[in-house]
């Protein structure tokens, strides 16, 4: 299986909702980091799982959208709380439907809030 990866940072805002976690509550801003990992058995006719300035281009508008944002007025956690893993699973589907490259197989998306926190998101495609 053949493995590439890309990684960006951002900052974002949220406050959690549906219970009580204290100043987690409250409207505040995490510094995350992203990386966006693609998966496939097999190369295109250039020996590419998919093209690193394509994944960057896609990544970079995606992030555009969340940074400096509150993610709780955006339309994607309408209901939901934003939580780590939530954001972490809308980033990955949204990233995996606007990358084209036929050779991947499976997209994660692991999402660090800090240091020391990160989610995952995986799927196939």
């Not at 555009?64 to 893993?85: A, H, I, K, V």
């Not at 990233?95 to 490259?101: C, G, P, Y």
Request: hydrophobic share 35%; aromatic share 10%; net charge negative.
């Amino acid at each position: 299986m053949f493995r590439i990866a890309v990684r960006r940072d951002f900052t974002a805002h949220h406050f959690l909702i549906g219970g009580d976690w204290g100043s987690e509550n409250k409207l505040h801003s995490h510094h995350y980091m992203l990386e966006l990992e693609l998966a496939g058995a097999s190369l295109n006719q250039h020996g590419y799982l998919a093209d690193i300035v394509d994944i960057e281009d896609h990544l970079d508008n995606q992030i555009s959208r969340y940074r400096e944002q509150t993610l709780n007025e955006l339309d994607e956690f309408s209901g939901l709380n934003p939580s780590l893993e939530q954001f972490c699973r809308i980033l990955c589907k949204r990233l995996s439907d606007s990358i084209r490259a036929q050779e991947v197989q499976k997209v994660t998306l692991r999402l660090w809030e800090n240091k020391i926190s990160w989610a995952s998101y995986e799927m196939e495609r």
